[in-house]
T-cell receptor, first 114, second 115 residues
């Protein structure tokens, strides 16, 4: 069964600092992987996705993630945090089957210090 | 743009009531999902449907059932609502994954309170 683990339920960084949110997946075959963001009182929005075309994936708002098969990781990074990045971030995994579940992690709340 | 519409943003129901949460998507997606979101627990999959009348249990199906009579509509049913089912419920849809279209699209959520 597929699963994802997000390390750190809450991450706090200073404005302008590097953002690193960690995600490790468990899957018998390389899966599809996603990062979603949820701003306060809003729905989930796709940040970026890995579909095996390239291991380094760029998303919206300056975020990117690197798929590392050897480490079964898909960590999310942003070089310089902005106050508007404060939100909850979810990592998710899906298999290759057309009828595949999408399983989410427990989320990481990102806070930005002025 | 894909649109996933949940029938209610807020619901308050009494313990023991039968509750229906409705979800409609307009992109002809084969797959539809129901999740519940609780602080610290992320999104947990309740049920998944990959075709009309086809369903699979997710991680927490107890106390819930689903119905998918038409491709665009996926209903979540709480047979006898209990206070521990107070939560945010999120509906999502996705295609089968062809042409790299793999992600789920979400509705705005229904915040259900059971009193």
């Amino acid at each position: 069964a597929q699963s994802v683990t997000q390390l750190g339920s809450h991450v706090s960084v200073s404005e302008g600092a590097l953002v690193l949110l960690r995600c490790n997946y468990s899957s018998s075959v390389p899966p599809y992987l996603f990062w979603y963001v949820q701003y306060p009182n809003q729905g989930l929005q796709l940040l970026l996705k890995y579909t095996s075309a390239a291991t380094l994936v760029k998303g919206i708002n300056g975020f990117e993630a690197e798929f590392k098969k050897s480490e079964t990781s898909f960590h999310l990074t942003k070089p310089s945090a902005h106050m508007s990045d404060a939100a909850e971030y979810f990592c998710a995994v899906r298999g290759y089957s057309s009828a595949s579940k999408i399983i989410f992690g427990s989320g990481t709340r990102l806070s930005i210090r002025p | 743009d894909v649109k996933v519409t949940q029938s209610s943003r807020y619901l308050v129901k009494r313990t023991g009531e039968k509750v229906f949460l409705e979800c409609v998507q307009d992109m002809d997606h084969e797959n539809m999902f129901w999740y519940r979101q609780d602080p610290g627990l992320g999104l947990r999959l309740i049920y998944f449907s990959y075709d009309v009348k086809m369903k699979e249990k997710g991680d927490i199906p107890e106390g819930y059932s689903v119905s998918r009579e038409k491709k665009e509509r996926f209903s979540l049913i709480l047979e006898s609502a209990s206070t521990n089912q107070t939560s945010m419920y999120l509906c999502a849809s996705s295609s089968t994954g062809g042409s790299g279209k793999t992600e789920a699209f979400f509705g705005q959520g229904t915040r259900l309170t059971v009193v």
